[in-house]
């Protein structure tokens, strides 16, 4: 149980990015105070924490209810956090240009959704609770993971100013790329899983 929740809560972390997004969110809410930027990352945190909860609860009733068996999504799944670790490698130190909104506007869109729950992070949560062990197995580690991740992009946000100072966009930059190997081999070992629980390679998934 134990492995398996580190392994869980490392690939949420790896996904979720908390160091990697503090350039946009610095450049986001650049026009705003202090108070109004801690704000801004309580609001995004808790809707954050809301979308992943839903997927939590109803992601697997939802790949029943639309027939999609375990080893497709692990295939799938595969597929999108290699794309996804190819631009974590192969991105560019830079921040993007993002126009000015109210901070609500951006808490919401976009730093909940996609910064913080994206696409991989919901799928990573579909992927977990479709292993083949019990719902509330599955829910027992995935609950603590997420709640872990979230904790680590709030404080990360919350100290961005002075991560950004120590580490710089270089640094932030390197870490992003190790991240994305990282993520890189879980997605080849994801994608494997998938071929195997379908029976189209032999071998233990």
């Known amino acids: 149980m134990v492995r398996d929740f580190l392994k869980i809560a490392f690939t949420v ?6 160091i990697g997004i503090i350039p946009q969110y610095l450049s986001l809410t650049a026009p705003f105070d202090k108070k109004t930027r801690n704000a801004i990352v309580k609001k995004s945190i808790l809707i954050a924490a809301l979308v992943l909860l839903v997927f939590l609860l109803g992601g697997k009733f939802l790949l029943d209810f639309f027939g999609i068996t375990p080893g497709a999504f692990y295939i799938s799944g595969g597929i999108l956090f290699f794309l996804i670790a190819v631009e974590m490698i192969y991105s560019k130190p830079e921040l993007r240009k993002i126009p000015a909104q109210e901070g609500s506007s951006v808490a919401l869109f976009p730093l909940a959704i996609p910064f913080i729950a994206g696409p991989g992070l919901l799928t990573v949560i579909i992927m977990f609770m479709s292993t083949g062990h019990n719902w509330f197995y599955s829910v027992s580690l995935l ?3 997420l709640v872990f991740g979230l904790l680590c ?19 932030i930059f390197v870490i992003e790329k190790i991240m994305g190997l990282i993520l890189a081999g879980f997605a080849v070992q994801f994608i494997y899983t998938g071929l195997v629980t379908m029976g189209i390679l032999a071998g233990s998934p």
């Open 13 to 18: 972390l790896i996904v979720m990015d908390p």
């Open 143 to 145: 609950f603590p993971a």
């Open 153 to 171: 992009t709030y404080l990360a946000l919350r100290g961005s100013v002075l991560i950004m100072s120590f580490l710089s966009t270089m640094g």
